[in-house]
């Protein structure tokens, strides 16, 4: 029987209980039946028991049990691999506890602490191949949620989030603090729930990544504060690294907008994550239509620069 005495708080730059909850999480998702152990009537925890665990992974009960106790930074990938086969993880939890288990091992070379990541600057070409996406919806995105570069009707495509408090009282947007502060986002967001718990998921994996991080800390926090729904989310533990699938948002000015995106991953910083998040409505749908007018409000309107364009009766070089 596992008690409250085993509980571990983990001081400053430590994620031995990140490791901790995440593994008990897990564990605690699993039926026997699915692992083809035994089940019984009498069964005191959730899940399968630290044991059982064990047995799976081919490790003594007494490993295993301070494995889940965070001491994972000495471990070696063979037994990692061990653990995540016994606990079934996707793709995505596996990479998060490779993650972990990296982050525990720097943390044992250097002192304890965190730092602020300084936000990453988007090269002008980044930029430029933005903006000549005039059909496409098109942002980037950091590890901490930030929109860190978009083109023009990615910023009418979310219009509601842009002009939303939690981005104009910070000077950027953020999926996060949208989802989860703006009271709007529910209407905003059709699959609302379903958003939001693959934004929490998100920046848990972006915490297992870097741990380290002062700024995502701090918006953790200011989210648990602040949102009962996040607060319940970010206890799940859940992690989601790849996502893309569809999108469907009500548009305050065209209307329902059900459209698929891709997400790709640019090796902009070795010390930054970035993702280019692209949309794209089906051809000859209704919201290829929409998405087309919402296009057509964008366009830039530019004075002609060839002499020969020039209206009759405009000198060439003066504003019409």
């Known amino acids: ?38 089940t019984s009537r009498r069964r005191r925890v959730p899940g399968l028991r630290r044991e059982e665990v064990a047995v799976l992974a081919g490790v003594s009960t007494e490993w295993y049990t301070r494995l889940e106790k965070g001491h994972i930074g000495g471990v070696s990938e ?10 079934l993880l996707d793709e ?20 304890h602490g965190s730092h602020r990541r300084k936000i990453e600057e988007i090269p002008p070409s980044m930029q430029w191949a933005l903006d000549s996406m005039t059909m496409a919806p ?21 219009a509601p989030m842009f002009d939303s408090g ?16 703006d009271p709007g986002s529910a209407d905003f967001f059709v699959d609302w729930e379903d958003g939001a718990r693959a934004t929490v998921a998100m920046l848990r994996a972006e915490a297992g990544r870097e741990p380290h991080d002062r700024a995502l800390r701090e918006l953790v926090g200011e989210l648990s504060t602040l949102s009962a729904d996040f607060r319940t989310m970010w206890a799940s533990h859940d992690v989601r690294i790849h ?19 891709r997400s790709l991953n640019l090796p902009l910083s070795p010390r930054a994550d970035h993702n280019l998040i692209i949309y794209a409505a089906e051809p000859g749908s209704p919201a290829a239509e929409r998405l087309a007018l919402l296009a057509s409000w964008t366009a830039p309107r530019s004075a002609p620069t060839d002499p020969a364009a020039a209206p009759a009766g405009t000198p060439s070089g003066t504003p019409g």
């Not at 008690?3 to 571990?8: G, I, L």
């Not at 063979?78 to 606990?87: I, S, Y």
């Not at 939690?166 to 502060?181: H, I, K, M, Q, S």
Request: with cysteine.
């Open 1 to 38: 029987m596992e008690s409250a005495s085993e509980n571990h708080t983990a001081g400053p730059g430590d994620n031995r209980s990140e490791i901790r909850d995440f593994l008990i999480s897990r564990r605690a998702k699993l039926a026997p039946e699915q692992v083809g152990m035994p």
């Open 243 to 261: 996502h893309e699938g569809a999108k469907r948002l009500n548009h305050p000015e065209v209307g329902r907008l059900e459209m698929t995106f």
């Open 138 to 158: 098109a942002f980037v995105r950091s590890g901490r949620l930030d929109i860190t570069a978009s083109n023009a009707l990615c910023r009418a495509l979310y």
């Open 78 to 87: 063979e037994v990692l691999e061990a653990v995540a086969g016994a606990l």
């Open 166 to 181: 939690t981005t104009v009282d910070r000077g950027r947007a953020n999926f996060a603090r949208y989802f989860f502060l």
């Open 92 to 111: 995505d939890e596996r990479t998060y506890l490779f993650q972990l288990a990296r982050a525990a091992r720097s943390a044992r070379r250097r002192p």
